[in-house]
């Protein structure tokens, strides 16, 4: 199996076990266990407080200690194992705990498959900004397929959707063990400071205005990412509370209405060396963020017949310029403006503000306040007031990125990561 091939089937498995039960279990949660929004919440931060401790810990064990294929697949062994218990739950805080170790091992992966696939490219002389967006391609792919078996098997509002997530996490944990080494790249020198023998000097970035914007700004993107997460699937299900609707195929088939936002994400995907290399990385960012607030306004007028419709559909497909634009070109940012010597630890960094600490905001900040001011006293959610909310929310976030983030357009240090 080539190289690129290899990192092919490597990113969509990376996706394939997140995408199994992260936008059904939704579905789960309040359709199968009955359990509350505010704990919902709760579960949702697991995913923040993981992204937090472990991204930039095991950034620095591959930089330092271990070959990142091997941490890697260890990882995701471990995660699959986690999996297994969790159809057998039967109490939110028991449900939670158990959550939390499971994304202990599985947030860190995303990760370290950029830095991996980096290290591969360009050790076999790739260009990775042209080689690496279809490669990632196939990982939304992944996430695609498993929400479509997931769904297709009757699976959104059952258990059983993390026994297939496990099972795909098992396969993917031994195949990285066929990956070429990628061994660790920070030698530490004699004379080095304490900061730097504990692998922490990826911290010292926040000393730079742009960067501390940068991973500032990462972190409110990384809220509204959890909030379509969180309720994308419920509130399309939710239609089915309507008479007219409860058999649309907005309402029986709402995982695979979702997933139009992840074939959106393989177009834009494909799109992003063109829009960094004409426009830069501040301006693809802020498209990214406005597109946060299409996505959330068309979601807030959206329906399952006639023009709402139209507008469900749209906010599917705005998704992946919401997603990709932001995550992607982040990530390539990062890969483009740091010493080689720390990369594996910043894409850390990276993944912990947008799903570490920006997660955890989005989770239970949007649990509270849909609970306490936006469910009826019957325990339906009021989608319309919601989804507006969210929007307005994206929209200040733009703004004051437009205005405070100063970066020249410099074509040559997209050209950075190349070498």
């Not at 309040?30 to 095991?58: N, Q, Y």
């Not at 010292?204 to 940068?214: C, E, G, N, R, T």
């Not at 301006?283 to 406005?290: C, D, G, H, P």
């Amino acid at each position: 199996m080539n190289i690129k091939l290899k990192l092919t089937v490597l990113s969509f498995l990376q996706f394939f076990v997140w995408g199994a039960w992260l936008i059904t279990i939704g579905v789960y949660w309040f359709g199968s266990k009955h359990w509350s929004g505010e704990d919902f919440g709760k579960v949702f931060a697991t995913l923040g407080i993981a992204s937090i401790i472990m991204p930039a810990l095991t950034g620095i064990i591959a930089d330092r200690w271990i070959n990142a294929e091997k941490l890697y697949g260890i990882l995701h062994i471990c995660y699959g194992i986690t999996l297994l218990f969790l159809p057998n739950i039967v109490t939110p805080e028991n449900f939670f705990y158990v959550m939390l170790v499971a994304m202990l091992f599985y947030m860190p992966t995303i990760s370290l498959s950029n830095s991996i696939a980096y290290y591969i490219l360009k050790n076999n002389n790739y260009d990775v900004v042209k080689v690496f967006p279809p490669i990632r391609v196939w990982g939304t792919i992944g996430f695609i397929v498993a929400m479509w078996i997931t769904n297709l098997t009757g699976n959104k509002a059952s258990g059983n959707q993390f026994y297939i997530a496990a099972a795909i996490a098992f396969a993917l944990g031994i195949f990285a063990f066929t990956l070429p080494k990628c061994p660790p790249q920070n030698n530490i020198p004699k004379n080095a400071s304490l900061s730097e023998k504990l692998g922490l000097n990826a911290f010292s970035l926040f000393k730079d205005y742009k960067m501390a914007l940068f991973f500032l700004f990462s972190m409110f993107l990384g809220a509204a990412l959890q909030l379509t997460n969180m309720y994308g699937d419920t509130f399309l299900s939710d239609f089915g509370k309507i008479p007219a609707y409860a058999e649309s195929f907005i309402v029986t088939r709402s995982t695979i209405i979702m997933s139009i936002s992840q074939i959106s994400e393989t177009l834009f995907i494909l799109a992003i060396p063109f829009f960094l290399h004409k426009f830069g990385i501040k301006k693809v960012m802020l498209i990214s963020m406005f597109a946060w607030v299409l996505r959330f306004g068309f979601f807030s007028f959206g329906a399952p017949a006639g023009f709402g419709l139209v507008l469900i559909l749209l906010s599917n497909v705005v998704y992946g310029m919401a997603f990709d634009f932001f995550n992607i070109s982040g990530s390539l940012f990062v890969e483009t403006t740091t010493d080689y010597k720390i990369r594996s630890s910043v894409q850390g960094l990276f993944m912990m503000m947008t799903n570490g600490f920006g997660a955890i905001m989005g989770s239970l900040l949007s649990g509270y306040l849909i609970t306490e001011y936006f469910t009826l006293a019957n325990g339906d959610k009021m989608w319309h007031e919601i989804w507006l909310t969210f929007s307005g929310y994206a929209l200040v976030i733009a703004i004051l990125f437009a205005i405070m983030f100063k970066h020249k357009h410099n074509p040559e240090l997209i050209e950075k990561v190349t070498h």
